[in-house]
């Protein structure tokens, strides 16, 4: 790619928010560059856990029929375990939301992110490069973003321009960067470790356990595999001597139950790691283009939404993309509306997901929610229901729809 191109659009990272943004723009009929430094399938370090709302994404863009056929797992919901407490909450219909699937689907990224890829590709519209990396930003001299300078796999340097740029390139945006958009979250410091085990008997649904310092979120997904993450406090992993494999196996002590659960079962993977993972950016829209998905900044995995935001960040960035391009709109507040509605949208998520986050690292709070949410059963169908990204986090606070939750009967969970 040392000759210089021109596209409608730019995209740099093929993750579900690249894929989905790229895939979109080619059927409203704009040229676009999908760049990835990887080649697809590549491994991406995720709970690989996509709430019900995804379903109707996926399949508006045709991809949730092979998605299944490729052996997604039906997640009928969660169990969460934690300093001697259990509560159980399923996608299920609160109040007046239901989900348009009661479950989630939970599968491997390789699998996930190379079908999104693959029907990206197929289109005329759109111009694959894997193995590319975004090394920089070309500006005008108004400063607006024109296009991207690349490196291929060879060490090729090359530059592309286009009508508008997106960073759909992760927690570690290279486009945010450049930008000076993207900052540090210095109070929430976590680690990931990753992997998956086989012959382990899977259940319907995902399950977390907390412990001191962090928690290990589980799934079954295709292939007869469960995936398991391990997510932590920085401070902890770096002060330990010990390698990823065994730092993981030992935090197992914590959560015995799950320990004799994988013990059944044989790690079949390397155990990955990743992180620092807390990040955030000024803004998702600038001078040129915009942010999408996690380039936006990072959403803590412990409510599984970061795919949803992904993939729905796409769906509003394609509808202002596709107007502003029409209407030949280029100027720094052409995207404003994509600006509002991820705030509108998504704020009261991330503003529930960091609640969440804060009050998860005290154990005497997660143990007083927990055991709450053990006595009244609906009210994690409640909290369940909103990760589950059909019923607004608003609905926790509507006294209608949490009343009934908070006063339905205390039920011991089966199984628990
Ligand atoms: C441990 C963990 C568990 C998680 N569990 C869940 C879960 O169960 N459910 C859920 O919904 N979410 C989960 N998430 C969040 C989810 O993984 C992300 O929100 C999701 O991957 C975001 O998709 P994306 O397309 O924005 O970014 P990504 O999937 O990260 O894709 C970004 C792409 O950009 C490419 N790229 C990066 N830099 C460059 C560059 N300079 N040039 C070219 N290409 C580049 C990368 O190769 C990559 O392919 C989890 C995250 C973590 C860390």
Redesign the pocket.
């Known amino acids: 790619m040392s000759r210089v191109s021109t596209y409608d659009l730019i995209v740099?990272?093929?993750?579900?928010?690249?894929?989905?943004l790229a895939l979109r723009m080619a059927r409203a009929g704009f040229s676009v560059a999908l760049?990835?430094?990887?080649r697809?399938p590549?491994p991406?370090?995720?709970?690989?856990?996509?709430?019900p709302e995804?379903a109707p994404l996926l399949a508006e863009l045709g991809l949730y029929e092979p998605v299944v056929a490729a052996g997604a797992w039906p997640v009928a919901g969660m169990d969460l375990h934690g300093y001697g407490r259990h509560a159980r909450g399923g996608f299920v219909p609160v109040g007046p939301y239901a989900a348009p699937l009661e479950h989630g689907l939970?599968v491997r990224?390789e699998v996930l992110?190379a079908i999104a890829v693959r029907a990206a590709a197929a289109r005329t519209e759109v111009h694959l490069a894997e193995g590319?990396?975004?090394?920089g930003v070309l500006r005008d001299a108004d400063g607006a973003v024109t296009g991207v300078t690349?490196m291929d796999s060879e060490g090729e340097p090359g530059e592309l321009r286009a009508r508008y740029t997106v960073g759909?390139?992760?927690?570690?945006?290279?486009?945010a960067r450049a930008l000076d958009l993207w900052r540090p979250v210095p109070w929430l410091r976590r680690f990931?470790l990753?992997t998956r085990y086989a012959e382990i008997e899977l259940g319907p649904r995902?399950e977390v356990h907390f412990f001191p310092r962090g928690y290990f979120?589980a799934?079954p997904v295709d292939s007869g595999l469960f995936?398991v993450?391990l997510?932590v406090d920085e401070d902890h992993l770096r002060a330990s001597p010990l390698p990823a494999a065994e730092y993981f196996a030992a935090q197992l002590r914590h959560v015995p139950a799950f320990a004799e659960k994988l013990a059944r079962g044989r790690r079949g993977e390397a155990v990955r790691g990743?992180?620092p993972?807390a990040c955030t950016t000024t803004t998702p829209v600038f001078a040129g283009g915009a942010l999408?998905?996690?380039?936006?900044g990072?959403?803590?995995?412990v409510t599984?939404?970061?795919?949803?935001?992904?993939m729905r960040?796409a769906e509003l960035l394609a509808g202002e993309l596709a107007t502003a391009l029409h209407a030949g709109r280029t100027g720094p507040r052409a995207l404003e509306g994509y600006r509002r509605a991820r705030r509108r949208e998504f704020g009261p998520r991330l503003t529930m997901a960091r609640l969440l986050q804060r009050g998860l690292r005290s154990g005497l709070v997660t143990k007083t929610f927990l055991g709450l949410l053990q006595r009244r059963p609906r009210l994690a169908d409640l909290l369940v229901s909103v990760t589950g990204d059909y019923a607004p986090p608003r609905a926790l606070l509507a006294p209608k729809v949490w009343w009934p939750a908070l006063t339905s009967c205390a039920g011991s969970v089966a199984g628990a």
């Open positions: 740099v990272g093929a993750g579900p928010a690249g894929a989905h760049l990835d430094r990887k697809f590549r991406k370090a995720c709970g690989e856990f996509l709430s995804c939970a990224r992110d590319h990396t975004v090394t690349v759909a390139d992760g927690t570690r945006s290279a486009i990931a990753v995902a979120a799934t995936s993450n997510v990743i992180g993972m999408v998905g996690d380039a936006c990072y959403v803590d995995p599984g939404e970061g795919l949803f935001f992904a960040g």
